[in-house]
């Protein structure tokens, strides 16, 4: 839909704590390093192949994507983290549409249909 539509953002905001013994820590700190670090393209397909495992390994995928991780940029976790415990979002994926969050009965192929 986004590449149909030039009206329509996404933000991918993430519910990890920053917490070394987190297991979405790891691949949350590379994404957003790879977003800080490349193009949106790559980026793009890095969220791709990501959510495309069947058996996800943050090794093999960060073999694919290397990126150096900056410690200077671990607080956009905490940001994004103390902004989901206001929003009441605990888990991914929580659609929201124009600040508004879709009920869980929709799913993201639904959005289409609603747009029209």
């Not at 991918?12 to 297991?23: G, K, L, P, S």
């Not at 943050?58 to 929003?87: N, R, T």
């Amino acid at each position: 839909m986004l590449n149909e539509r030039s009206d329509l953002q996404a933000r991918i905001v993430f519910t990890a704590n920053n917490d070394e013994r987190d297991r979405k820590t790891p691949i949350t700190r590379h994404l957003m390093a790879l977003n800080d670090a490349t193009d949106k393209a790559t980026i793009k397909r890095a969220l791709h192949d990501w959510y495309e495992q069947k058996q996800k390994s943050y090794e093999a995928w960060a073999h694919i994507y290397p990126v150096e991780l900056k410690e200077s940029g671990f607080y956009k976790i905490d940001k994004q983290h103390d902004w989901c415990e206001m929003a009441e979002v605990t888990a991914t994926p929580t659609l929201l549409l124009n600040g508004f969050r879709l009920p869980e009965l929709y799913q993201l192929a639904d959005l289409k249909y609603m747009m029209e």
